[in-house]
C-alpha cells in the first residue's frame, strides 16, 4: 500500500478530486468550472492507494467571518475503516491554520458525523441552504 496524497493541480486529479466529492455529497455536487474557481480559495487534494483513488478533501483558510479554517474529508464507501480517513484528516489539519476548525457534513452522512464526533468536534448547529430541505451539520473543535 503506498499512499499519495495530490493536490489539485491538473485535469486529472481536479477530475478525481468532482468525482469524490460528488459521490460523497450528491446534493451539493461541483461542476467542473465551479471546482477550478475552488482551487483558486481553497487547499483541494486527493488521495490514491497507489493508483486507486481513495478519497479527496478541503481545506478552506480562515476568512473575516469565519476565523476558523475548514477542514473536510471525504472517502469513498468502499475504502472506509482502513485508517484513509485518519491519515487525511491528520494531513488537512497540519494545514490548516486559524481559531479552532470547523466542518460541515450532510446530516445523513453519520459515518462523518460519527467520526468527526470522535476527532474532538462538537455540533455548533443543523442549518439548511435557503430554499433546500437538505440539511447540514456545522461542528467546530477549538
Ligand atoms: C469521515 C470519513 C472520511 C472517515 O473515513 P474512513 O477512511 O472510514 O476513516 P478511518 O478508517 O480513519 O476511521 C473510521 C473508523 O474505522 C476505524 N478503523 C480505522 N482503521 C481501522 C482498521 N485498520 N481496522 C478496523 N477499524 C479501523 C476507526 O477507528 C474508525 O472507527 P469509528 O468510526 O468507530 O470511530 C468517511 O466516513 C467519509 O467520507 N464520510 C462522508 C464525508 C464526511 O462526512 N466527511 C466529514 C468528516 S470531516
Known amino acids: 500500500m503506498t499512499l499519495r496524497i495530490l493536490r489539485v493541480q491538473d485535469d486529472t486529479t481536479l477530475l478525481d478530486w468532482q468525482r469524490v466529492h460528488n459521490e460523497i455529497v450528491p446534493p451539493a455536487a461541483l461542476s467542473v468550472d465551479e471546482v477550478r474557481e475552488r482551487v483558486t480559495r481553497n487547499v483541494l487534494e486527493v488521495l490514491y492507494d497507489d493508483e486507486v483513488l481513495v478519497g479527496c478533501s478541503t481545506v478552506r483558510p480562515p476568512s473575516a467571518e469565519t476565523p476558523a ?54 455540533e455548533v448547529e443543523t442549518y439548511a441552504m435557503p430554499g433546500d430541505a437538505v440539511q447540514w451539520v456545522l461542528l467546530r473543535r477549538t
Open 69 to 122: 479554517a475548514t477542514v473536510i474529508v471525504r472517502v469513498l464507501p468502499p475504502y472506509r475503516g482502513r485508517g484513509f480517513g485518519e491519515t487525511l484528516y491528520q494531513h488537512c489539519l497540519h494545514q490548516a491554520q486559524g481559531q479552532g476548525v470547523e466542518t460541515h457534513i450532510l446530516s445523513s452522512n453519520v459515518d462523518g458525523v460519527r467520526f468527526a464526533l470522535a476527532h474532538g468536534f462538537v
